[in-house]
């Protein structure tokens, strides 16, 4: 069964350095979304990305923020200068294309632990 | 007011019980809903879609209350393997890709 993937599970960061998460989404899924789950907290919206631009993005998600799409199968989350706040979970999901039934239920990736010191 | 409200538990309930959990949504223009199920430190994973004539699978069920704005979940004869946070989820008409998560409800299932 296809499933969407994430590398790396875990990253250890310092204060003030850029971090790119990475994540593989299910190859024919046409949406794709970034989710962050602090420890012990709801999961929340990041972003959602769609033909090559955001479509929807949350006030978390600021100017430290960037999603890139570099080929076809890579999507990507940067985080420009990070903080001891954004320590996280930080799940990737997509989406299977229209038309049919449940073509908005969303498939999420194992996740991404970010740790900054 | 939450988007998306869920009682935290945990309820701990023996094996073979039937435990439901309730979820409220407060807005009214919220289109699809959900119930996924995380377990500690992992991915959330989609247990069913919710419709509005409700639906079952297997020995969970899952309801739809519009007017009162609440979904439900009903899982009977509980295994131990479904320990784990259950988490309610909706999406909006305006916005069918936003996910809006509760904070989720923790099952324990004891022997």
């Known amino acids: 069964e296809p499933e969407v993937t994430q590398t790396p599970s875990h990253q250890v960061t310092q204060m003030g350095q850029e971090v790119i998460l990475r994540c593989v989404p299910i190859?024919?899924?046409?949406?794709f979304y970034w989710y962050r789950q602090i420890l012990g907290q709801k999961v929340e919206f990041l972003v959602s990305?769609?033909?090559?631009?955001?479509?929807?993005k949350s006030e978390i998600f600021d100017d430290q923020f960037s999603v890139e799409r570099p080929d076809g199968s890579n999507f990507t989350l940067k985080i420009r200068s990070t903080k001891l706040e954004d320590s996280a979970m930080y799940f990737c999901?997509?989406?299977?294309?229209?038309?049919?039934?449940?073509?908005?239920?969303?498939?999420f990736g194992p996740g991404t632990r970010l740790t900054v010191l | 007011r939450k988007e998306v409200e869920q009682d935290p538990g945990p309820f701990n309930v023996p094996e073979g019980a039937t435990v439901a959990f309730n979820c409220t949504y407060s807005?009214?223009?919220?289109?699809?809903f959900f119930w996924y199920r995380q377990d500690c430190r992992k991915e959330p994973k989609l247990l069913m879609s919710?419709?509005?004539s409700g639906n079952e699978d297997g020995r969970f069920t899952a309801q739809l209350n519009r007017a009162s704005q609440y979904i439900s979940l009903l899982i009977r004869d509980s295994k131990l393997s479904d320990s784990a946070t259950y988490l309610c989820?909706?999406?909006?008409?305006?916005?069918?890709?936003?996910?809006?998560f509760g904070s989720g409800t923790k099952l324990n299932v004891k022997p």
């Open positions: 999901a997509s989406n299977p294309p229209p038309p049919g039934s449940g073509t908005d239920t969303q498939y």
């Open positions: 807005n009214s223009a919220s289109q699809s």
């Open positions: 990305f769609y033909n090559n631009e955001i479509s929807e």
């Open positions: 190859s024919n899924h046409l949406y």
């Open positions: 919710v419709y509005s």
């Open positions: 989820v909706v999406t909006r008409t305006d916005n069918f890709n936003k996910f809006y």
